[in-house]
Structures are given as structure tokens and as C-alpha cells.
């Protein structure tokens, strides 16, 4: 079992930075991949970034060149660096963590159904 944390959610100004942790614990999770999903107020739960055991990242187009997802050497935190914040970007943001096939491509890790743990949720507000 994996456990997932999410902290760092708050209110922040439009144009400003957050920064988002999602402490791991749990089962050995060496291989695991990491994703971040939001979901907007009246909207779906929708796919931001995810980041690969071996490194590779991925994003949506609405936050490429403004959110960097990483994981510490250790693996036990991942964080989700968001800057040039928009209103757009106001939404409740959780963590997850799974394991996926080594020949599994970008769209698999944009799937919210592929992950298998998920952290409670923390909330973004961007003010105008």
C-alpha cells in the first residue's frame, strides 16, 4: 500500500508562484510514477503532469512552460512548482501514484484511471 500526502495548496495572486508537495509513503516504491490532476469548480478532474520513474515528464498544454513537476533522489516527495498562476489554474489539486508497463506512453499517464493511489486533494486559489 502507498500512501500519498498532498500539502501547499493556499491563495495566491495571479501572476505569482505556489509550490505543491506530496509526501510518499508506504510499499517500496521503486518504479512508481507520480501524476498530478486538478479539478476545476463545475469541470472534470483533469490531467497537469506526471512524471516517470526514469525522469521523463509530461504535460498538459495549459501548463507547459509554467509548472515543473519533480521527485526528490529518494523519492518520498513529489512537487509540482507552478508559476505565472492564472485564474484558470484555480482548482483542487491531488497528487497520485502507480505503477505502469515500461513501454507504457504519454497518454497512459494522462488517464486518471491508471493510477492506483491518490493524495486528499489540496486547494489552489488564484486571486485576479
Known amino acids: 500500500q502507498v500512501q500519498l500526502v498532498d500539502s501547499g495548496g493556499g491563495l495566491v495572486q495571479a501572476g505569482g508562484s505556489r509550490r505543491l508537495s506530496c509526501a510518499i509513503s508506504?510499499?517500496?516504491?521503486?518504479?512508481?510514477?507520480v501524476g498530478w490532476f486538478r479539478r476545476a469548480p463545475g469541470k472534470e478532474r483533469e490531467f497537469v503532469a506526471a512524471?516517470?520513474?526514469?525522469?521523463?515528464?509530461f504535460y498538459d498544454d495549459s501548463v507547459k512552460g509554467r509548472f515543473i513537476i519533480s521527485r526528490d533522489n529518494a523519492g518520498n516527495t513529489a512537487s509540482l512548482q507552478m508559476n505565472n498562476l492564472g485564474s484558470e489554474d484555480t482548482a483542487l489539486y491531488y497528487c497520485?501514484?502507480?505503477?505502469?508497463?515500461?513501454?507504457?506512453?504519454?497518454?497512459?499517464?494522462?488517464?486518471?484511471?491508471?493510477?492506483?493511489?491518490w493524495g486528499q486533494g489540496t486547494q489552489v486559489t488564484v486571486s485576479s
Open positions: 497520485a501514484a502507480g505503477f505502469f508497463e515500461p513501454i507504457a506512453s504519454r497518454p497512459a499517464y494522462e488517464r486518471a484511471s491508471h493510477y492506483d493511489y
Open positions: 508506504g510499499r517500496t516504491f521503486n518504479g512508481i510514477a
Open positions: 512524471r516517470k520513474w526514469d525522469g521523463t515528464t
